[in-house]
């Protein structure tokens, strides 16, 4: 739609609601008001950012030609709403708490997260993580469930000491299996039993059966 520019010295009322026309980058916006086009800047007040269609509320400062536009009292699509500055932005509760909900889906997106916190809660349903690197520090872990199952192309742990405890049944299925004891390797059991299917070797300074 082409409606006539009008230019910047024109007076205008104080406050004037037009339509968004286009937006023509760096925060400033052609408006059409009354048939005419009026070039004019989004106040830093207005954080959602206005489109094309959309009915908005301009206004002219201390009698200078230049317009400010307001806020956005009407939006022409029932598209994603979106609130953008022009810098950083720092959303900040001086005593009390700052909650984000979403009747769908919260999306987070960003080159770099950091979350910083005394203490922190997470409790869903179902969970599914994936990254080229998982890397963490903490003093205890403690991980309580149901079933534990992992899958990976390499598992290497390196511990001053390790002890864990099986009540019931304990398999090991490998190509090869060594265990290498630098001080004292004992192997004990009620019912011991060590079999092979071609060679069975014990080899030692002294070797003692009995």
Same mark, same amino acid.
């Given at each position: 739609?082409?409606?006539?520019?009008?230019?910047?010295?024109?007076?205008?009322?104080?406050?004037?609601?037009?339509?968004?026309? %286009?937006?023509?980058?760096?925060?400033?916006? *052609?408006?059409?008001?009354?048939? @005419?086009?009026? /070039?004019?800047?989004? %106040?830093?007040?207005?954080?959602? =950012?206005? /489109?094309?269609?959309?009915?908005?509320?301009?206004?002219?400062?201390?009698?200078?030609?230049?317009?400010?536009? *307001?806020?956005?009292?009407?939006? $022409?699509?029932?598209?994603?709403? @979106?609130?953008?500055?022009?810098?950083?932005?720092? =959303?900040?509760?001086?005593?009390?708490?700052?909650? *984000?909900?979403?009747?769908?889906?919260?999306? =987070?997106?960003?080159?770099?997260?950091?979350?910083?916190?005394?203490? +922190?809660?997470?409790?869903? /349903?179902?969970?599914?993580? &994936?990254?080229?690197?998982?890397?963490?520090?903490?003093?205890?872990?403690?991980?309580?469930?149901?079933?534990?199952?992992?899958?990976?192309?390499?598992?290497?742990?390196?511990?001053?000491? &390790?002890?864990?405890?099986?009540?019931? *049944?304990?398999?090991?299925?490998?190509?090869?299996?060594?265990?290498?004891? &630098?001080? @004292? =390797?004992?192997?004990?059991?009620?019912?011991?039993?060590?079999? +092979? @299917?071609?060679?069975?070797? $014990?080899?030692?300074?002294?070797?003692?059966?009995?």
């Amino acid at each position: 739609m082409s409606v006539p520019f009008e230019p910047q010295g024109a007076a205008l009322p104080a406050n004037l609601s037009a339509r968004v026309v %286009a937006a023509r980058g760096d925060d400033l916006f *052609l408006v059409e008001l009354e048939g @005419r086009a009026h /070039e004019c800047r989004r %106040a830093a007040s207005c954080l959602l =950012l206005p /489109e094309p269609g959309d009915r908005v509320l301009i206004a002219a400062v201390d009698s200078t030609p230049e317009l400010y536009l *307001l806020a956005v009292i009407e939006r $022409a699509s029932a598209g994603p709403a @979106r609130l953008q500055v022009d810098g950083d932005l720092l =959303l900040a509760s001086g005593r009390g708490s700052v909650r *984000l909900r979403a009747a769908q889906s919260l999306d =987070l997106a960003s080159e770099r997260l950091a979350l910083r916190a005394a203490s +922190a809660e997470l409790a869903v /349903e179902r969970l599914n993580c &994936s990254g080229a690197l998982w890397q963490g520090t903490l003093g205890t872990v403690r991980l309580v469930g149901r079933v534990c199952e992992t899958m990976v192309d390499r598992l290497m742990q390196v511990a001053r000491v &390790s002890f864990r405890r099986v009540e019931q *049944l304990e398999q090991v299925r490998a190509a090869q299996l060594d265990y290498e004891g &630098s001080v @004292r =390797l004992r192997l004990r059991g009620r019912h011991t039993a060590i079999t +092979a @299917r071609d060679v069975l070797k $014990a080899k030692g300074r002294q070797v003692h059966i009995g």
